[in-house]
């Protein structure tokens, strides 16, 4: 037995020290080759090392799993069989990728998200500039802390579905709401449906930000009116645009067939009970289907009395009489205007008669334009598959109506 082998058995130790700086030595030589340009090396050298690189790197320690990571993150171009191993590694191995390394493709990052935890999903949700088609499958996971860095990314762009389906989540996690209410990707079509569940701050950002003005559109297609009615209205199509469109709210034509003679009348009649009846003409005579009215009246905040009323051309005192009509306190213990009222009656007036005109047709729109048999039945089954993908009102109706059918 010679001296080296004599010693080796003596201090086994030292051999496995040894052995261990050989596998650091290699793996960064390994790595090296992996990053050399393509004028040293060949797209297949670098893959068959690639390929000896990942074989090893399956059974290292976590920690010289990482330190490949660090040293293949700044390269423009990663062996796919590379990627994908470090990317499924533990969150520590594969952030040095996910945080650091700029050139990961879609097809990626989904086969992270897809095969990974939380932790790697919300690391995923924070890399700038993660697009469209990776934040709809982030987003399908409904994951509220993932969801939530994608909505503080700025650089994150998401989707219309994807808004949809964060809207969607807000109704059970108000988390999510004021990073959304930030998203310059929201719309009046999201926000107005959002409304329905939000808290009294959410509702008054709601409607300041997107009770929009529909002059430019009235401008737009005031001579079609004419038109339309020397056609005896009978183009359903063009009629839903123009009565969502035209400066007048009231419906004149009902007043004819109702009991009451004007709308002011029948809100005086309310003061004493809110009826169902009266609820329905009240509806009839603003120019609201009864579903539109009946949300309105049972909302628990009471904002879209305001929205009502304003619209409608009521008074103040008419909103009061809606509120005790609806058996609603008016007042505290100490005799002062309850909180409620008060911010109900702040809402009334704080938004112009053409915007909470477009808030309240928009509502009426898509609570009851797209109520067609196979939508109610969606929305009683939750079937979301039962909604046109390319129909603004059925989405809204789906998201605002579908509680109440669950009830």
């Known amino acids: 037995m010679n001296q080296a082998a004599s010693s080796s058995e003596q201090d086994p130790a030292s051999d496995a020290a040894q052995a261990f700086r050989a596998r650091a030595a290699l793996l960064k030589r390994m790595a090296d080759v992996v990053c050399l340009p393509s004028s040293r090396v060949n797209a297949f050298e670098r893959s068959m090392t690639a390929d000896l690189l990942v074989d090893m790197l399956r059974e290292a320690e976590p920690e010289e799993r990482k330190k490949v990571a660090r040293r293949l993150a700044t390269l423009s171009e990663i062996p796919a069989s590379l990627v994908r191993l470090l990317l499924r590694d533990h969150v520590d191995v594969a952030e040095e990728l996910l945080v650091e390394c700029p050139s990961l493709s879609d097809a990626d990052l989904l086969d992270c998200i897809r095969l990974t935890d939380l932790e790697h999903r919300r690391l995923v949700a924070l890399r700038r500039g993660v697009n469209e088609v990776v934040c709809d499958v982030l987003i399908e996971f409904g994951e509220i802390i993932v969801i939530e860095c994608l909505l503080k990314n700025d650089l994150a762009r998401l989707s219309n579905a994807a808004i949809e389906a964060i809207v969607?989540?807000?109704?059970?996690?108000?988390?999510?709401?004021?990073?959304?209410?930030?998203?310059?990707?929201?719309?009046?079509?999201?926000?107005?449906?959002?409304?329905?569940w939000a808290d009294a701050e959410t509702r008054r950002t709601i409607l300041q930000r997107f009770a929009v003005s529909r002059e430019v559109l009235q401008e737009a297609t005031g001579d079609i009116f004419a038109l339309a009615a020397a056609e005896g209205w009978q183009d359903p199509l063009s009629r839903k645009a123009l009565q969502f469109i035209e400066r007048r709210q009231r419906n004149r034509a009902a007043i004819d067939k109702s009991p009451?003679?004007?709308?002011?009348?029948?809100?005086?009649?309310?003061?004493?009970?809110?009826?169902?009846?009266?609820?329905?003409?009240?509806?009839?005579?603003?120019g609201l289907k009864p579903m539109t009215g009946a949300k309105i009246f049972t909302d628990p905040g009471g904002e879209p009395l305001a929205i009502l009323c304003k619209a409608t051309g009521l008074p103040r005192q008419a909103l009061r009489a809606l509120w005790r009509g609806l058996k609603?306190?008016?007042t505290e213990d100490s005799g002062a205007l309850s909180q409620a009222l008060e911010r109900v009656m702040t809402t009334y007036d704080m938004i112009a008669v053409d915007r909470a005109q477009t808030v309240l047709r928009y509502w009426n729109w898509s609570l009851t334009s797209a109520l067609t048999p196979a939508l109610l039945k969606a929305i009683r089954d939750g079937d979301v598959d039962g909604v046109d993908e390319y129909s603004a009102p059925q989405r809204a109706a789906m998201l605002a109506l579908s509680k109440e059918f669950g009830r």
Request: proline share 3%.
């Open 260 to 286: 009451f003679d004007s709308l002011e009348a029948a809100v005086a009649a309310a003061q004493d009970g809110l009826t169902r009846e009266i609820a329905e003409e009240i509806s009839y005579l603003s």
């Open 168 to 196: 969607a989540l807000t109704r059970g996690d108000a988390r999510l709401t004021a990073a959304l209410l930030r998203r310059s990707e929201l719309r009046p079509a999201h926000a107005y449906v959002l409304f329905w």
């Open 328 to 330: 609603r306190p008016e």
